[in-house]
């Protein structure tokens, strides 16, 4: 069973603000979630391994960059924003401290 203090401390971790009704209601719904799943559990499945049809797997292509000639290139480079050379230029997102 979820208690208020259960979601009060995810919603710390998660650094979320609730309110007392916010609490109460997920954890009426968190209680109902898990309950359904534990009845998921219960179920008993057969699985008929003659019924399948072949088995699954992944078409995988190698990792290559796509030709491109020298037009289609700078045609490229001149639809971004900004660009260094041949190079896209873009805001830095990671600080170093």
């Given at each position: 069973?979820?208690?208020?203090?259960?979601?009060?401390?995810?919603?710390?971790?998660?650094?979320?603000?609730?309110?007392?009704?916010?609490?109460?209601?997920?954890?009426?719904?968190?209680?109902?979630?898990?309950?359904?799943?534990?009845?998921?559990?219960?179920?008993?499945?057969?699985?008929?391994?003659?019924?399948?049809?072949?088995?699954?797997?992944?078409?995988?292509?190698?990792?290559?960059?796509?030709?491109?000639?020298?037009?289609?290139?700078?045609r490229?480079?001149?639809?971004?924003?900004?660009?260094?050379?041949d190079?896209?230029?873009?805001?830095?997102?990671?600080?170093?401290?």
């Amino acid at each position: 069973m979820i208690t208020v203090k259960d979601i009060e401390h995810l919603a710390t971790l998660s650094r979320v603000k609730l309110t007392d009704e916010d609490k109460e209601s997920l954890a009426m719904e968190f209680d109902a979630i898990l309950g359904y799943i534990d009845r998921l559990k219960k179920l008993e499945v057969k699985i008929d391994a003659e019924g399948r049809v072949g088995a699954v797997k992944n078409a995988m292509r190698p990792d290559e960059a796509a030709p491109r000639s020298p037009a289609e290139r700078e045609r490229l480079l001149a639809a971004a924003p900004d660009r260094e050379g041949d190079y896209i230029a873009v805001k830095k997102i990671i600080a170093q401290d």
